[in-house]
């Protein structure tokens, strides 16, 4: 099992560009997280998606902030426009309904 | 809201010395109680977890207790070793799978 996978694995951009983020669950997995850390608010949930639908986007910090889940493999994170305090690490993690979550390995952002 | 206390933030120790992270969380319906573990650059990695029904739960060196009335569990590491340095992460939710709320991280360093 490959485990959960994101690209890019590092994103440096300019202020104002649009930034997209992957995530590739495990396979059988129905649920999909997408989490951002920084040192001053360490986790946060942004959003996750239970079979495809998206069910609890409070999290997600502000309308340049959207993710889609167009299938049950593949799952983006975009940020237009991109700001310097939208620099962090962001995961996403998946798991079936019965098991934990599995973190993938993260994409580390850096917005100029 | 939802919310997660941890305590202490930073915690170091002797090598061989026990160490102890509590975690206070607000919603009483919470009934899953996972522990991360992050290695600096790395993912959050599950290390154990607990669900309601059960008081304690051990695993060779790692235990959780969870007290519901008190709302608040801890994990307890000991014969602590170097290669356990890094920053733990407490979580809740109303179910396994479910939404997880994330305590604060405790950084803990074990001193050889």
């Known amino acids: 099992d490959a485990g959960v996978i994101q690209s890019p694995r590092h994103e440096v951009t300019e202020m104002g560009q649009e930034v997209t983020l992957r995530c590739k669950p495990i396979s059988g997995h129905n649920s999909l997280f997408w989490y951002r850390q920084t040192m001053m608010r360490g986790l946060e949930l942004l959003i996750y998606?239970?079979?495809?639908?998206?069910?609890?986007d409070s999290g997600m910090p502000e309308d340049r902030f959207s993710a889609k889940m167009p299938n049950a493999s593949f799952s983006t994170l975009k940020i237009q426009p991109s700001e310097p305090r939208d620099s962090a690490v962001y995961f996403c993690a998946s798991h079936r309904s019965t098991d934990t979550q599995y973190f993938g390995p993260g994409t580390r952002l850096t917005v100029l | 809201g939802e919310n997660v206390e941890q305590h202490p933030s930073t915690l170091s120790v002797q090598e061989g010395d026990s160490a102890v992270i509590k975690c206070t969380y607000s919603?009483?319906?919470?009934?899953?109680f996972p522990w991360y573990k992050q290695e600096l650059g790395k993912r959050p990695q599950l290390i154990i977890d607990?669900?309601?029904?059960?008081g304690e739960k051990k695993d060779q060196r790692i235990a959780v207790t969870l007290n519901k009335t008190a709302k608040h569990f801890s994990l307890h590491i000991t014969e602590t070793q170097p290669e356990d340095s890094a920053v733990y992460f407490c979580?809740?939710?109303?179910?396994?799978?479910?939404?997880?709320?994330f305590g604060q991280g405790t950084e803990l360093s074990v001193k050889p």
């Open positions: 919603d009483s319906a919470s009934n899953y």
């Open positions: 979580a809740a939710s109303k179910f396994q799978g479910g939404k997880l709320i």
């Open positions: 998606f239970n079979n495809n639908v998206p069910i609890d």
């Open positions: 607990i669900r309601s029904n059960v």
